[in-house]
């Protein structure tokens, strides 16, 4: 299978860094309501390891098992891991999918952040019924949907653009139709030196789209209740395991 983060994995990193300024604080408030216990923490799809991070400092001393399929992005989520001896005692990094790798028993939190569009429909139902059963009472599942919430165009735009020394990391991204859940993304990245491009890439990739009505639909037929949490902007939701069950969108 190829790996659609082989030409781009070195811009990733640091373009979806911005993102992660504005979650993280979000995230572990949410974190910080889980219930005493020692059962283990996971991020699906790990990428970089940002997500790691935020787990191992607002859920300590527990098992963290970080699941990342491609082989590009571990290169850059081990360093992050192996340098903090803490994480190093902590971290499991397993290669498979999300549907790939069994979860571990009394699992307290799953992050699953920019990416379920690499599910289709019934994966993504099937992901949500694993983590119910693994997920102890008041557990929790932070996901997050970003727009489009239907297969449409979606015209080119700049995404992300920082700074590092003498240098200019940019991403930009449009995308169109592909079936009818489905769109095809073409994320253009690019390195400039003054106005000069000293190198670029190009890379497309399906993504299966959601909206948050049918997010809502699928988990709470399941048993999970659904809330908002943080800016909108983030598309930020936590489905909740209880044993009082589901309860409406807040």
Request: hydrophobic share 45%; aromatic share 4%; net charge negative.
């Amino acid at each position: 299978m190829t790996d659609p983060y082989a030409g781009s994995a070195e811009y990733l990193d640091l373009l979806i860094a911005g993102f992660w300024e504005a979650a993280a604080p979000d995230v572990a408030s949410v974190l910080a309501e889980l219930p005493p216990g020692s059962g283990a923490v996971v991020d699906l799809g790990a990428g970089s390891g940002r997500g790691v991070r935020v787990l191992g400092e607002a859920v300590p001393g527990v098992p963290v098992v970080a699941v990342e399929p491609s082989a590009v992005m571990r290169a850059a989520l081990m360093p992050r891991i192996v340098d903090d001896p803490d994480l190093r005692d902590r971290v499991t990094v397993l290669p498979g999918g999300a549907l790939d790798e069994v979860l571990p028993g009394e699992v307290r939190a799953v992050l699953a952040l920019n990416m379920l569009g690499h599910l289709t429909g019934p994966e993504r139902r099937e992901l949500l019924e694993r983590v119910l059963r693994a997920l102890v009472p008041g557990g929790v599942l932070v996901t997050n949907l970003a727009p489009p919430f239907e297969p449409v165009t979606v015209p080119r735009a700049l995404m992300a653009r920082t700074e590092v020394g003498e240098l200019v990391y940019e991403g930009y991204a449009s995308a169109e139709p592909s079936g009818a859940d489905g769109l095809v993304w073409r994320m253009e990245y690019r390195t400039l030196r003054g106005d000069a491009e000293i190198s670029a890439v190009t890379v497309e990739y399906p993504w299966c789209v959601c909206s948050e009505e049918e997010l809502v639909a699928e988990a709470t037929a399941l048993g999970f209740g659904v809330r908002r949490v943080g800016d909108p902007a983030l598309g930020l939701h936590v489905l909740g395991r209880s044993s009082a069950g589901a309860s409406a969108l807040a």
